[in-house]
């Protein structure tokens, strides 16, 4: 294990990079819409996860039909993130979508765990929600400053932005309480991301026409489905069989810092002193949720999740981790 860890850690900072390039990617194809986008990295990514984990599909058939409604829940989930994701950084900018959508998904999460199974929302989490809505507003201001007409755009942004944390945390819980239920982790990623990429293929067919008019937009199709969404996961769970999950969480505040700086050094975006104060403030909320439980126990009368608790799991509470991150 511990000769190991260095070689997981490395697979997990990897993989925390390569997502954050994501948004800077899509700006490399200005014709393209967000919406084929985000159809064609988490469509084409999903379907291949479904491809890979095929044997185990087959052998979780029965209990992926008993949660045949968690599955649907996380497949919906897995194709509105994507298009929420990348449509805020079509209207925001790439730094401000990408916090927004990164920052308010360890907060849902929190929001999840209290509604769906009894959990009280600890000081913790009261403290991360303010930091987080203060370096939002933050945000907001520091693009305010130059044009006031970019209200409208930069709540459109902040909006899906919430939408595509909120699903974002809803896959991941979905995935865990499948995988808390006896069905194993690439049963259960295959099934929900596998018919999330289904359920986005006819908006892929509808928008996603301009992806082939040049090369370097098939380029950047390819990349995003290929790379950060691909052979991100597949790293991820190479590096989650040498680290805690504790530790992979906390490792991945990487990624919005690197989506953040590659906006402002590849993209040309421009951040006044009130955005990276912003920036700063949400990175504070994301360690808050990282190193404390944002939930504690659930109530007496609360169900606990068939196939008993994980031990491990103890350090992600409010953080939301994606299927492929667990």
């Known amino acids: ?189 295959g099934a929900v991301f596998g018919t999330g990429g289904a359920l986005l293929l006819p908006v892929l067919l509808l928008t996603g026409a301009p992806l082939l008019a040049t090369g370097q937009s098939i380029a950047v199709a390819a990349y995003m489905a290929l790379v950060p969404m691909f052979l991100g996961y597949l790293l991820f769970g190479y590096g989650l069989t040498r680290v805690r999950p504790s530790t992979a969480t906390t490792l991945t505040l990487s990624e919005p810092a690197v989506a953040a700086l590659l906006a402002v050094l590849v993209v040309g975006e421009h951040l006044t002193a009130a955005g990276w104060a912003g920036l700063a403030t949400i990175a504070a909320a994301l360690v808050v949720l990282a190193v404390a439980p944002a939930t504690s126990g659930p109530r007496p009368d609360a169900a606990e999740p068939v196939g008993g608790r994980d031990p491990d799991d103890e350090g992600l509470r409010g953080v939301p981790v994606p299927p492929h991150r667990r």
Request: charged letters at 10%.
């Open 1 to 189: 294990m511990s000769r190991g860890l260095p070689l997981g850690a490395a697979a997990i900072l990897v993989t925390s990079f390569l997502w954050g390039t994501t948004g800077t990617a899509a700006t490399f194809a200005p014709g393209v819409g967000p919406l084929a986008i985000g159809a064609a990295a988490l469509g084409i990514g999903g379907l291949l996860q479904a491809v890979i984990a095929v044997p185990a599909l087959r052998r979780a058939r029965p209990g992926l039909r008993r949660h045949a409604s968690l599955v649907a829940a996380g497949a919906l989930s897995v194709a509105v993130y994507p298009l929420a994701f990348y449509s805020s950084m079509h209207l925001g900018g790439v730094a401000i979508g990408t916090v927004v959508s990164l920052a308010s998904a360890p907060l849902a999460s929190g929001v999840l765990e209290r509604v769906l199974e009894g959990r009280s929302l600890s000081r913790w989490w009261m403290l991360a929600a303010a930091l987080g809505i203060a370096g939002s507003i933050l945000l907001c201001l520091s693009r305010l400053e130059g044009s006031p007409a970019a209200v409208l755009p930069l709540a459109g942004s902040i909006v899906l932005g919430l939408v595509a944390g909120a699903t974002y945390a809803t896959y991941s819980w979905v995935v865990h309480r499948l995988m808390a239920s006896g069905v194993e982790r690439a049963a259960s990623m």
